[in-house]
T-cell receptor
């Protein structure tokens, strides 16, 4: 499948902080999706992006579809403890497959 | 809320047994997918289907097989389970091109 580079691999958050993560690829995508996965559960869709340059918010989450169509970022504002989990980006290149990044693990800083 | 269900949630089974992981969705989606995921790692596509009687291999080679006899049902079968098959298996569906995919809760398989 198409390789998506997701960074950072992991991050520690303190309650109230704003955090950011991104996905990049050498390929052009026509859809970007951001998911959150809690331990032992399936991924849950957070935000879907369908057009280059599109900026979409869902509560404290904001994601953008890069102008070049090769990248996307996800921001979480004013983080809270329940934001911990693994965040995955997914990109659609062809009409039937979604390729996933390796995930960003978000943990609360002690 | 997504109406896609996987059973069982957890399965511990002995080497050599035949197993079938069930996936059903009530949204009328044509496109369905199976992903394999090791704990904390990325998702790898192992099978997908465009619709009834359509199945294709994904990017990651897998010894499992799938069938799509009904739109709502996309079971995955392992004829002879091995410890190397231990993993989480996630089923997903989507309505059409350029729409979001919805995931089931997953089946965590352990082969002993």
């Amino acid at each position: 499948g198409q390789q998506l580079n997701q960074s950072p691999q992991s991050m520690f958050i303190q309650e109230g902080e704003d955090v950011s993560m991104n996905c990049t690829s050498s390929s052009i995508f026509n859809t970007w999706l951001w998911y959150k996965q809690d331990p032992g559960e399936g991924p849950v869709l957070l935000i879907a992006l369908y057009k280059a340059g599109e900026l979409t918010s869902n509560g404290r989450l904001t994601a953008q579809f890069g102008i070049t169509r090769k990248d996307s970022f996800l921001n979480i504002s004013a983080s809270i403890p329940s934001d911990v989990g693994i965040y995955f980006c997914a990109g659609q290149l062809t009409d039937y497959k979604l390729s996933f990044g390796a995930g960003t693990t978000v943990t609360v800083r002690a | 809320e997504a109406d896609i269900y996987q059973t069982p949630r957890y399965l511990v089974i002995g080497t050599g047994k035949k197993i079938t992981l069930e996936c059903s969705q009530t949204m009328g989606h044509d496109k369905m997918y199976w992903y394999q995921q090791d704990p904390g790692m990325e998702l790898h596509l192992i099978h997908y289907s465009y619709g009834v009687n359509s199945t294709e291999k994904g990017d990651l080679s897998s010894e499992s097989t799938v069938s799509r006899i009904r739109t709502e049902h996309f079971p995955l079968t392992l004829e002879s389970a091995r410890p190397s098959h231990t993993s989480q298996y996630l089923c997903a569906s989507r309505y059409r091109v350029n729409t979001e995919a919805f995931f089931g809760q997953g089946t965590r398989l352990t082969v002993v």
